[in-house]
């Protein structure tokens, strides 16, 4: 089972050579042997010899504390390089490639090398047996690195295994305003408006920052003055526009100072006027982060155009940077109202909307708004085999302008260990973008699973929905196993079967094909793997596909393809006959029955001989039990050589069946001189028929003669005998009164006796070519005749 060879039929031009791949794959700690016969043109073979040893794949790290790799926490440039040992403990020379290791790990800033690479910056190398390579590994940070534990694997001669866990880090400090610049626009005496100002810290390290309040004076302020922001944390800032007289052109510049990092400019604009609020208050109701629209009419009673540029005093509200009026008209102003946040019961949205208008006067109104729970984003189908891993992307659109992380909560309508659905904890969307969280689905069978999956920022509360149902269908073929073997010879082949569930499962397996053997069932314990046997007999010549399925209640059904090549039978017999003429000889010819058939029921085979006529089966309807399991039934066949002729005749024998296969024997028959019979006893005055047949294969004239002739007489002197067919010599004994003694007789009747000897001769008038002798055939049968 260690050795595979590639060497299908092919043909040989004179002085063509052709390359055979034998592969040598071990299972076992063992040595391993085999012979593989190559037949030339049918006639003869040559045995090619093969020896292989599995030997152990065994390479591992010098001490155990290798196997832990620790950076620790690095600031930018810095850098650490630690080493370990890896010593090949096979018995054999082991190729070690870390390339991919190293592409792996240098998205984190570490650098992989070996002692003994073949090229610098290719970890490459060839270790040969107990010899030892030292790994180097560099980190050196360039910027931020959050904190990793990720595995070094290695190909050891193209087998990937896992050494050791590298950990790590670097920290850096990343501080900046949400924006530079914060325009309030007009602003009513003695009113208020309010921004939020977001600081956010996208680095690893803590800082301390400080405002100072002298810079924001005497009309704006800011809240909180300091504080410390930690690291992936964000501080909102409340900036407050209180105008103290009539200006069109209040400002101020203050700067944040970080502690650790540069100071932070901020830019603050904006203009006082006077204006009275409309006692109409302009509600909005909408949905959190969908949009609710009011309108607002302004008419122009002066004599020129109205170019008005309305302040909105609420981050939720929204319109139109400018709005023109004409002379005498009335114009239409409209406000969105897009929150991005919910708001509580009773605590709506509450903003204010000024209209400075040319004439000097403004308009003010309130607004209020009230944001409602968020609608689901839709439903996310997939449909995809069992069996099959398979990536669901839900799209996340972070509305604000800063980086929002997301607890993931995945609810199923009903919980089967046979299904999985699951993706990260969580998730960060950087500000005003798009995300693509991968939620991974498998199934082991054919199901439905339903589930809701909640993106919750647990700061504020806000989240996002979506449906997703994902269906498993049938699973594809698991693998294509290809199985060549002569016809009747066995051929095996492991396939390997794992449970990946956490509880025990029991196997059955069957094939649609029943020459194909496998065990009907297997049980796994939890987390188990096993490997069968898959066992082929071929009975009859040719290519076929049959389908194994593995199946169990928990793990649904696997398909596995078998391609299935029988060539000729190897196992060509001869049987070897020598009789003389007129005699005959049964042999018996045996062969396996490796057909099942159904039941107890006989399978019957046809057994017959080519070209006759010196050959003849027994029995044409050869009938065999049914075979059990792989090692078949024996069944036998009598065959009978009558020869024709003298010399060598040849045939063959034929045992067939349309499902169990054909059965060929070469028979080779050797006829001789016929041989001598009798003595036949002669009662004096009477006639006896002795018995003969035409054993040639066409109508043969025969002589008979008897001697001595005074005492001993044929009936007819000749007779001709169609083939194959049997007549009667009727002989006669009548004595004389003085018996005369042969004097040739060399076993005369003792002195005293009454018994005269004789023969009947029997002479075949037939040509050469029909007898297969040079000399005229003749059979003798020995006379007795008594008083």
């Given amino acids: 089972q260690a050795f595979e060879i590639d060497a299908p039929p092919s043909v040989l031009q004179p002085g063509e050579a052709r390359d055979v791949v034998v592969s040598f794959k071990p299972r076992a700690l063992r040595a391993y042997s085999a012979t593989v016969p190559f037949e030339i043109n049918g006639s003869y073979r040559i045995a090619l010899r093969l020896r292989g040893e599995g030997c152990e794949l065994r390479a591992e790290l010098a001490t155990p504390t290798m196997q832990q790799v620790r950076f620790g926490t690095l600031q930018v440039g810095e850098e650490v390089t630690r080493t370990v040992t890896l010593v090949n403990r096979s018995r054999r020379a082991l190729e070690v490639d870390m390339r991919e290791a190293a592409d792996l790990l240098s998205a984190f800033s570490v650098n992989v090398n070996l002692s003994k690479q073949q090229a610098p910056g290719v970890p490459v190398a060839v270790l040969r047996a107990r010899e030892a390579v030292e790994v180097s590994l560099t980190f050196r940070p360039t910027r931020r690195v959050f904190p990793f534990s990720e595995e070094l694997f290695a190909l050891l001669s193209s087998r990937p295994r896992a050494l050791l866990m590298v950990h790590g880090s670097c920290h850096a400090m990343d501080v900046r305003l949400e924006t530079e610049a914060v325009p309030f626009g007009p602003v009513v005496l003695n009113s208020r408006a309010t921004r939020r100002l977001q600081l956010e810290n996208n680095g690893d390290v803590g800082t301390r920052f400080e405002w100072d309040p002298a810079q924001f004076a005497p009309h704006f302020a800011i809240a909180p003055l300091s504080g410390h922001i930690g690291p992936a ?12 007289h009539l200006s069109r052109d209040l400002f101020a510049r203050p700067q944040l100072r970080v502690e650790g990092a540069r100071s932070l400019p901020l830019s603050l604009t904006g203009m006082c006027v006077e204006a009275e609020a409309e006692q109409k208050v302009i509600t909005f109701a909408c949905r959190v982060r969908e949009a609710a629209t009011q309108s607002v009419h302004i008419k122009n009673s002066a004599l020129s155009v109205w170019r008005i540029q309305p302040v909105i005093q609420h981050d939720a509200w929204e319109g139109p940077e400018t709005l023109e009026i004409k002379p005498g008209e009335t114009g239409e102003y409209k406000m969105t109202y897009k929150p991005v946040l919910m708001t509580q019961a009773g605590s709506p949205d509450q903003g204010k909307a000024f209209f400075p208008l040319p004439d000097g006067t403004g308009l003010l109104y309130h607004l209020e708004g009230t944001a409602d729970a968020p609608a689901p984003e839709g439903t996310v189908t997939a449909t995809v085999p069992a069996k099959t891993k398979h990536a669901i992307v839900l799209k996340l659109n972070n509305w604000l302008p800063t980086t929002q992380r997301f607890d993931v909560t995945v609810t199923r309508d009903s919980e089967d260990e046979t299904v999985t659905l699951k993706g990260h904890d969580f998730v960060d969307v950087p500000g005003m973008q798009e995300y693509g969280y991968t939620l991974t689905f498998l199934s082991h069978k054919e199901t439905t699973c339903n589930a809701q999956v909640t993106f919750t920022n647990p700061k504020s509360g806000e989240y996002i929905k979506y449906a997703v149902q994902a269906r498993a269908t049938a699973p594809q073929v698991a693998s294509h196993i290809d199985l060549s073997a002569a016809v009747r010879q066995l051929v095996t082949h492991t396939l390997d079967l794992d449970n990946p569930l956490s509880l025990p499962v029991s196997l059955e397996l069957k094939c649609d094909l029943p020459e194909v053997t496998v065990p009907p069932a297997l049980h796994l314990g939890a987390g188990a793997a096993a490997t069968v046997p898959i066992a082929w007999r071929p009975l009859v010549k040719g290519e076929r596909s049959a389908t194994l399925t593995v199946s169990a209640p928990e ?28 005699a005959a000889q049964t042999q018996t010819f045996r062969f396996s029955n490796f057909l099942r058939g159904n039941g107890t029921a006989p399978i019957v085979y046809k057994a017959s001989v080519r070209s006759g006529p010196d050959f003849e089966v027994e029995v044409k309807d050869v009938q065999a039990p049914p075979a059990d399991g792989t090692q078949g039934t024996d069944v036998s066949v009598d065959v009978k050589f009558e020869p024709s002729r003298v010399g060598e005749v040849r045939d063959t024998l034929t045992i067939s069946h349309p499902e169990g296969g054909e059965y060929v024997c070469d028979l080779v028959g050797t006829g001789s001189l016929p041989g001598r019979a009798g003595p036949i006893v002669i009662r004096s005055g009477q006639t006896v028929q002795v018995p003969f047949k035409n054993v040639l294969a066409s109508n043969a004239e025969f002589v008979f003669t008897c001697s001595p002739a005074t005492m001993f007489t044929v009936a007819k002197a000749k007779e001709t005998v169609p083939p194959k067919k049997g007549i009667n010599i009727g002989v006669a004994f ?5 018996i005369a003694r042969d004097p040739k007789d060399k076993n005369p009747p003792p002195p005293g006796s009454d018994s005269v000897r004789g023969q009947l001769t029997v002479v075949a008038n037939a040509p050469e070519s029909a007898t297969g002798s040079d000399t005229p055939l003749r059979w003798v049968f020995y006379l007795r005749g008594d008083q």
């Fill in 555 to 582: 793990l649904g059904a696997t398909t596995h393809s078998l391609r299935l090549r029988a060539s000729d039978a190897a196992d060509m017999r001869t049987l070897q006959f020598r009789a003389g003429l007129g």
């Fill in 734 to 738: 009548k004595p004389t009164p003085d």
């Fill in 233 to 244: 944390e964000e501080v909102t800032f409340e900036v407050a526009f209180a105008p103290t």
